[in-house]
Nanobody, 115 residues
Framework: QVQLVESGGGLVQPGGSLRLSCAAS????????MNWYRQAPGKERELVAT???????YYADSVKGRFTISRDNAKNTMYLQMNSLKPEDTAVYYC?????????WGQGTQVTVSS
């Protein structure tokens, strides 16, 4: 079955960096679109970044120039390098991939940006 497992979250000071990982299994990762979403307290879940099977990428305006999404198809793993973190980046970050009949989500990893 499809499994998405995030890791790498934590507490970081403003201006700091974190790298999130999403380990995927149970589907053909190399041909799949993969996304990072986030949800802050009291807010709706929002799309942060996307990596397509062909290497295309998309970023939300709020993270453009600070975050970099990447994937290692040999390891079935997606990454999100987050630099110049701001308090407003505080959220639970989720790995996501669209399936044939349903979407698949990881359990989420908490990122807290605070001094």
């Amino acid at each position: 079955q499809v499994q998405l497992v995030e890791s790498g979250g934590g507490l970081v000071q403003p201006g700091g960096s974190l790298r999130l990982s999403c380990a995927a299994s149970g589907f053909t990762f190399s041909v799949s679109t993969m996304n990072w979403y986030r949800q802050a307290p009291g807010k709706e879940r929002e799309l942060v970044a996307t990596t397509g099977a062909g290497g295309s990428t998309y970023y939300a305006d709020s993270v453009k120039g600070r975050f970099t999404i990447s994937r290692d198809n040999a390891k079935n793993t997606m990454y999100l390098q987050m630099n110049s973190l701001k308090p407003e980046d505080t959220a639970v970050y989720y790995c996501h991939t669209p399936g044939y009949r349903r979407d698949y989500w990881g359990q989420g990893t908490q990122v807290t940006v605070s001094s």
